[in-house]
């Protein structure tokens, strides 16, 4: 077996904790010891939330500089989390943004996202950004941007286990009216980064 340690980060209500509890479940299906944990305060007005799952380890922590990958759900989280990330990592990121109120007001600017991928690509050794929230309206709801992502990181074997196990968990876990856009935004993020 080999360990991994995913830190997860968004912003509320883009399903970053549904895709960490699916990664949980999908790893302790393939019989993965799993250890997960999360961090969320005022996520439902839009605030941070970063969760974790470490496959091989007690400790659901990550401290700065040991993830081996790096999934962010929004473009400016994924920036204020590349500490966690370790030289040589993998991130798999949304390349679209949500903008914080601060920006949306004036008061603060957002980071251009060549900016971020060039940071991004100063630690990893793979930095792929993809509009997950285009890709998710197109397999049909936007809510599915959290799929995407995550059918991204499985083609790119960031995750521990194979799209099939990632899509059997999708039809188990998720509410059967759901599954199907779910699928397709799986297929979606992973052809965006096999071309």
């Known amino acids: 077996m080999q360990r991994a340690r995913i830190f997860f980060t968004g912003v509320g209500g883009q ?13 302790l299906d393939e019989g993965l010891p799993v250890t997960s944990g999360e961090i969320h305060g005022m996520a439902q007005r ?8 470490l496959i091989g380890y007690l400790s659901p922590k990550i401290t700065h500089g040991e993830a081996d990958v790096l999934l962010g759900f929004e473009l400016l989280e994924t920036l204020r989390a590349l500490c966690y990330l370790k030289p040589g990592g993998k991130l798999i990121s949304n390349s679209e943004s949500l903008p914080p109120l601060s920006v949306a007001t004036g008061k603060a600017s957002y980071p251009a996202l060549d900016d971020v991928r060039a940071k991004a690509q100063a630690v990893a050794s793979q930095a792929l950004f993809l509009p997950c929230r285009t890709l998710a309206e197109e ?9 995407v992502l995550l059918g991204a990181a499985c083609a790119v074997k960031a995750l521990p286990f194979g799209m099939d196990a990632l899509e059997r968990s ?6 059967p009216a759901l599954a199907e856009v779910n699928l397709k935004a799986l297929e979606l993020g992973a052809k965006a980064v096999l071309g």
């Open 139 to 147: 397999a049909g709801a936007a809510q599915s941007a959290n799929t």
């Open 15 to 27: 399903g970053t904790l549904t895709a960490t509890k699916l990664v949980s479940l999908t790893a």
């Open 170 to 175: 999708v039809r188990k876990y998720l509410k």
């Open 46 to 53: 839009g605030g941070v939330v970063e969760s974790t799952v």
